[in-house]
């Protein structure tokens, strides 16, 4: 098991009355991309406020990188984008990250290497107030990768991209963990955490749910079998081969199987004279299983 590089313990923040992030403990491992996953207004933003150390916890405490939240050395090592990234327009897009970089006592070069590994060196000299949507938040992980940082935190870095954009923001998230970063991402986006996180923290209304990997929260796969008649089809599946069997919408059956006993099923329902139409492996989306474990959380309270 790869080394932790942020661990929670029961992290709380209140905001008077109000409890914005409530007892939080997460486990973020180095050289994974760990999908911080969450309604708007679920606690993310200001769970990663608190692991930057822009925002001090009412109780619990935090380690990133085997240090305290905004300790010096710390921040050294870690490249963040919250919320909307903010540059001067006038500027262009390399100037904007040697600003930055200057600020940091890092040389010019380093604008230069951070823009080519968001893809986007053939634009440096174009001012940020003529870049796309996409350009401008690709601009602010190139922001976040100054200096090379062991951890990036993202805060919903494909948030207003088009499905286009999207996908671009997935292959250079993969790539920079491929390089060996380890990236923490918060997304309301569940198609998104699906096909780009290796493990998911799950929160509602401020409350860490579950954590664990996107395949177990998903769950086993299944066979959807559609075969006439239904009633005998359901009948040879369960006593013949003794596989549970439940109806599936529209007037199909489904087997709790593994996908790989297909062959088996099929021959099994044929031989019985059954008329096989379709049978075809299923399993349950991100989608469905963090309504099933959200419906019972309330409404959102936090921001």
Same mark, same amino acid.
Do not use: W
């Given at each position: ?29 180095? =050289? ?31 380690? @990133? ?6 300790? *010096? ?30 600020? *940091? ?34 601009? =602010? @992980? ?30 250079? @998230?993969? %790539?920079?963990? &491929? ?11 569940? !198609? ?14 401020? %409350? ?7 395949? &177990? ?24 081969? !003794? ?7 529209? !007037? ?52």
């Amino acid at each position: 098991m790869q080394e932790p590089v942020v661990v929670t313990e029961r992290l709380t923040k209140r905001y008077g009355h109000q409890v914005a992030v409530d007892a939080v403990s997460l486990t973020v491992r180095r =050289g994974e991309i760990y999908g911080f996953l969450g309604p708007n207004g679920a606690g993310k933003t200001t769970t990663l406020r608190m692991l930057l150390g822009l925002v001090r916890p009412t109780r619990g405490r935090a380690r @990133v990188l085997g240090g305290r939240p905004g300790e *010096r050395s710390v921040l050294r090592r870690v490249g963040a984008l919250v919320e909307d990234p903010g540059f001067y327009p006038y500027l262009s897009g390399r100037d904007n990250l040697r600003v930055l970089a200057r600020y *940091r006592r890092l040389p010019d070069t380093v604008a230069d290497q951070a823009l080519e590994q968001v893809d986007l060196g053939g634009r440096g000299r174009d001012r940020f107030r003529s870049y796309s949507l996409g350009m401008k938040q690709r601009l =602010g @992980v190139a922001a976040a990768l100054l200096g090379e940082p062991d951890l990036l935190i993202l805060d919903e870095p494909t948030n207003g991209l088009d499905p286009a954009g999207m996908a671009d923001m997935r292959r250079l @998230v993969r %790539r920079l963990t &491929d390089q060996g970063q380890t990236v923490l991402l918060s997304s309301h986006l569940l !198609g998104e955490v699906q096909q780009i996180c290796d493990r998911v923290g799950v929160i509602a209304a401020g %409350r860490l749910l579950t954590e664990s990997t996107v395949a &177990d929260l998903r769950g086993t796969r299944t066979l959807v079998v559609r075969a006439e008649p239904v009633a005998r089809a359901g009948e040879v599946i369960e006593i013949g081969l !003794g596989l549970p069997v439940r109806p599936f919408d529209g !007037g199909g059956l489904q087997v709790d199987a593994d996908p790989d006993r297909t062959p088996e099923v099929v021959r099994t329902l044929v031989t019985a004279g059954v008329d096989v139409h379709e049978v075809r492996p299923s399993e349950r989306t991100l989608e469905e299983a963090f309504f099933a474990m959200t419906e019972d959380n309330g409404p959102e309270e936090t921001t």
